[in-house]
């Protein structure tokens, strides 16, 4: 499940632990730019809120997913935020735009769940233009890289709606494991919606680029 909205009450810009075991602190000044295949992967921007607002708000976009802001203002205060968690050692959101284009079509973001990034969690929304392209896979593997590597990430947790077909499909088929089922644990639209908890440990990770080494 992805959660976008700028919330007022988590607005606090709080300092990180003084012991949190994080493995590179660098990346709270500033994200750095990743280069895939296809796609970019850099910090958001203000100036980023009107494609994002375009792309990410349509209903087949944001159906199974923590409604989205609902004006170019809101996702300017959503970037704003998304900037003070960051240096605040909590949060990381990158922008995904398409090699030699500047413009952002979708967002990879991760958040700690246990202090130091022990377990975390990550999300994407993409715009559905750029759905089935490949977009994804390049910029997951990006973001896997830098969660567990430039973070040190140890368990890595995604939970996707079970209705949400590409959401269930794209986190298969980057290796990501279901665990469980969280009964009714996600409100869209009025309804309770089951939703598959999904993990990658940094030991799948591993394993999983050795066997792409040897063959
Ligand atoms: C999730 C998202 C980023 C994935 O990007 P994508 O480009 O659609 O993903 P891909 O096409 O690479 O992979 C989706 C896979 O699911 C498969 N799939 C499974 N069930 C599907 C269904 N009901 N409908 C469509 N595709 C389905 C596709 O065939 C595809 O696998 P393949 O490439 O092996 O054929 C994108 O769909 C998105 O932004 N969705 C809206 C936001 C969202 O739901 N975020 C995820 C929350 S978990």
Known sequence: MEKMPYRIELDTVTMPPAVAPVVSSNWQQGLPTLAGEQVVLRELRASDA???????TTEEVSRFISPPPTTVEGFERFIAWTLRQ???GTYA???VTLRGFDTAIGIFQIRELQPGFGTAE???????????TGVFEDGAELVLDFAFDSIGVH???ARAAVPNGRGNGALQKIGAVQECVLRKSF???GQYLDQVLYAILDSDRREATAAVRVH
Not at 50 to 56: C, E, G, I, P, Y
């Open 155 to 157: 368990r890595l947790e």
């Open 187 to 189: 409100q869209r639209n």
């Open 50 to 56: 009107a494609s994002l607002f375009a792309l990410l």
């Open 86 to 88: 960051r240096l605040a």
């Open 122 to 132: 990550w999300g994407f929304a993409i715009g559905s233009p750029f759905w089935g």
């Open 93 to 95: 959101c990158f922008a």
